[in-house]
C-alpha cells in the first residue's frame, strides 16, 4: 500500500543542515559511496537508489530547493536532475524551475497538494524530502504515515532540526532498525 514518507539522512543530534542550511556535511560521511563500501555491502546510496524507485510523487520546502538547484548547478545543467516523479515545492517566491521537468510551485494547505500528489503517484509512495517544518504540517494534517532516519555518524550543533514538532512515543511505531554502511537507518510508522 502507498504511504506519505518522510526519508531523511540526519545528524546523529538531529540536524538536516547545518546553520548555513548546507548539506554538505552529509558528503563527508564515509561508506557513502558504493565504491568506497566494497562489491558485497550496502550503502545507503543503494538503499535510496531501491527507496527512490517505488515513489511516484515528491514535495519540499523552497529552502532545500535552493539549496539542491545551487548545489548541482541545475539550470546550466537540467541533466543532473536525478527524480523522475513529479515535484512538488512549497514556497512564498517565484523561483526557476529546472528546465524540462515537472516541477509545480505551490503555498498554503498541505492536505490538497496532497491529494495531488496521491492522484500522480497512484501506487507508488509519496515522499517528503524536508524541511522539518514541511513534514510537520503533513502530521499535523494526519497525512504522514513513515518516517526514515538515517543518522549519520556527525554532531552539527546547531542547524536545521530534523522535525521542529512535539511527537511524543504514541505516535511512533518502530518497524526497522539497521545499520548501513556508516549510517544507522531507523524506520517508524506513524499512528
Not at 520546502?61 to 541545475?74: M, V
Not at 504540517?137 to 554532531?155: H, I, K, N, Y
Request: with cysteine; proline share 6%.
Amino acid at each position: 500500500m502507498a504511504k506519505t514518507v518522510y526519508n531523511t539522512a540526519t545528524s546523529i543530534d538531529g540536524y538536516l543542515a547545518d546553520p548555513e542550511n548546507s548539506l554538505e556535511w552529509l558528503f563527508t560521511v564515509p561508506g557513502g559511496h558504493p565504491e568506497e563500501a566494497g562489491e558485497d555491502a550496502e550503502t545507503p546510496l543503494d538503499e535510496f537508489g531501491e527507496f527512490l524507485a517505488g515513489v511516484g510523487a515528491i514535495c519540499m520546502g523552497s529552502t532545500t530547493y535552493e539549496w539542491i538547484l545551487e548545489h548541482e548547478n541545475l539550470l546550466e545543467n537540467p541533466d543532473k536532475w536525478e527524480y523522475e516523479a513529479p515535484m512538488w515545492v512549497f514556497t512564498s517566491r517565484d523561483l526557476p524551475a529546472v528546465p524540462g521537468k515537472d516541477i509545480r510551485f505551490v503555498s498554503g494547505d498541505v492536505a490538497a497538494i496532497h491529494a495531488e500528489m496521491v492522484a500522480a503517484a497512484g501506487d507508488k509512495d509519496r515522499w517528503i524530502v524536508g524541511g522539518g517544518d514541511l513534514v510537520g504540517q503533513f502530521f499535523d494534517a494526519g497525512l504522514l504515515d513513515e518516517v526514515r532516519a538515517s543518522l549519520a555518524p556527525v554532531f552539527l550543533g546547531d542547524g536545521a532540526p530534523i522535525l521542529p514538532r512535539r511527537i511524543l512515543s504514541h505516535h511512533l511505531e518502530l518497524t526497522e532498525a539497521k545499520s548501513v554502511g556508516q549510517f544507522a537507518c531507523l524506520t517508524y510508522k506513524v499512528k
